[in-house]
């Protein structure tokens, strides 16, 4: 099992940008694929962007592609999402989560994520 931390959220006005780390203790990060979700008040958790073991490939829901990047350093354990051009819609609570443990697959599918983090706060002002 990993444990995850999230860090990074905060308030911002719209059109600002904000990063997200989360980091890792427990096993090393590289041996998952690791993604991030959101939930914001009254909804669903919903995919955000998710990153292979290596780096290598990104996938990233419609709805950020070209405002967010998902990162990753495997020699500091930690993943992070840098996202850019923020709106009121992506107030939430940011999540990050691991793939099954060397899993080949990708993507992932999103229910096989697991051993969430706490969650870290974003709220974007109009």
């Known amino acids: 099992q990993v444990q995850l931390v999230e860090s990074g959220g905060g308030l911002v006005q719209a059109g600002g940008s904000l990063r997200l780390s989360c980091a890792a203790s427990?096993?090393?990060?590289?041996?998952?694929?690791v993604g991030w979700f959101r939930q914001a008040p009254g909804k669903e958790r919903e995919f955000v962007a998710a990153i292979t073991r290596s780096g290598g490939l990104t996938d990233y829901a419609d709805s950020v592609k070209g405002r967010f990047t998902i990162s990753r350093d495997n020699a500091k354990n930690t993943v992070s999402l840098q996202m850019n051009s923020l709106k009121p819609e992506d107030t939430a609570i940011y999540y990050c989560?691991?793939?099954?443990?060397?899993?080949?697959?990708?993507?992932?599918?999103?229910?096989?994520?697991?051993?969430w983090g706490q969650g870290t706060q974003v709220t974007v002002s109009s």
């Open positions: 989560a691991v793939g099954p443990m060397l899993s080949p697959r990708w993507p992932v599918a999103h229910s096989a994520y697991g051993d």
């Open positions: 427990g096993r090393t990060l590289s041996l998952y694929i």
